[in-house]
Structure formats: structure tokens, C-alpha cells
């Protein structure tokens, strides 16, 4: 028999609702209201699907410096991701997570509710993003793994 005990962290943190999202150079911001019970820096996930095919496009990570009370997380998408997937929407969103990021050693992560919620998003037209290609730091890693990839193939 395996048994496991589990301990009930009451949330701290709820998602209110959206802002508009819109496209801001070479990203597609979209901003998620939150009401917190304690002040501090918030951390936010979510992912982005596809509402005509229901396939993940992107998973979204956003931070806040220091929140109160009533405040919002911009999530961020690269215009890149959604261009190369040739994803105009109309989008969903949803499996969020909220954690409390703790300020002292003695804190640990606290977490917030959000696992029911979910905001559909309209299209974008993917002409307005204003893409800068991926840095060539980036574009390098890619190409190495790539061809150590390609050189673990023949060596099979």
C-alpha cells in the first residue's frame, strides 16, 4: 500500500479577468487581472491553444515587480511563434498558475487559484508584428544541437 499525505494551501491569489491583448512589436501582450490576499511578486503561467484545432501553440510566463492588492501580469507571446505556426487565432486561454515568489528565506512558494478559468481571445493579424529574428547567440545553440542531432543519427 502507498500512501501519501497531502497538505491544503489555501489560495492567495485569483485571476479577475483580462485587459485587451494587442500586438507590441514583436510580441502579443495580453494582460490577466489579479486580486491577491498578500502583497509581494507574482509569477503567472498559462497556455495558449488553438480554439479551432484545441493544439498547443505556446506556453506564457509573466512576473510582477510588487504586487498589492488589485494589479495584472502581462503574459507575452514572440509574434515569431504565432507566425511560424501561422496562428492568427481565434485563441484560448487557459491552465494558469499563480505563485507567490518568496521575498525571504523562510518563506516558501505560496499559490493562488486559477485552475478554472479560461478567456478566449479574438485574431490578430499577424502583419503587425514587427519580428527582429532570434538573436545570434540563440540561432547558434539552435544550429549546434541541431547538427550534434544529425551527427547522433549516422553514428547509429
Do not use: C
Amino acid at each position: 500500500t502507498i500512501t501519501k499525505m497531502l497538505k491544503y494551501l489555501p489560495s492567495i491569489a485569483r485571476v479577475t479577468g483580462r485587459g485587451l491583448h494587442q500586438v507590441d512589436g514583436e510580441n502579443l501582450i495580453i494582460p490577466v487581472n489579479l486580486e491577491v490576499d498578500k502583497p509581494g511578486v507574482y509569477k503567472m503561467t498559462a497556455n495558449l491553444f488553438s480554439k479551432a484545432t484545441g493544439e498547443p501553440i505556446a506556453h506564457l510566463i509573466g512576473e510582477t515587480e510588487d504586487l498589492a492588492h488589485l494589479g495584472s501580469i502581462n503574459l507575452k507571446v514572440l509574434g515569431e511563434v504565432l507566425k511560424e505556426k501561422q496562428e492568427k487565432g481565434p485563441y484560448l486561454l487557459k491552465d494558469f498558475t499563480i505563485i507567490r515568489i518568496p521575498t525571504t528565506f523562510d518563506e516558501s512558494r505560496q499559490y493562488g487559484d486559477a485552475t478554472t478559468v479560461e478567456f478566449e481571445l479574438d485574431s490578430i493579424n499577424l502583419d503587425q508584428f514587427e519580428l527582429k529574428g532570434m538573436p545570434p547567440v540563440y540561432e547558434q545553440r539552435k544550429l549546434k544541437r541541431f547538427q550534434e542531432w544529425v551527427k547522433s543519427l549516422d553514428s547509429e
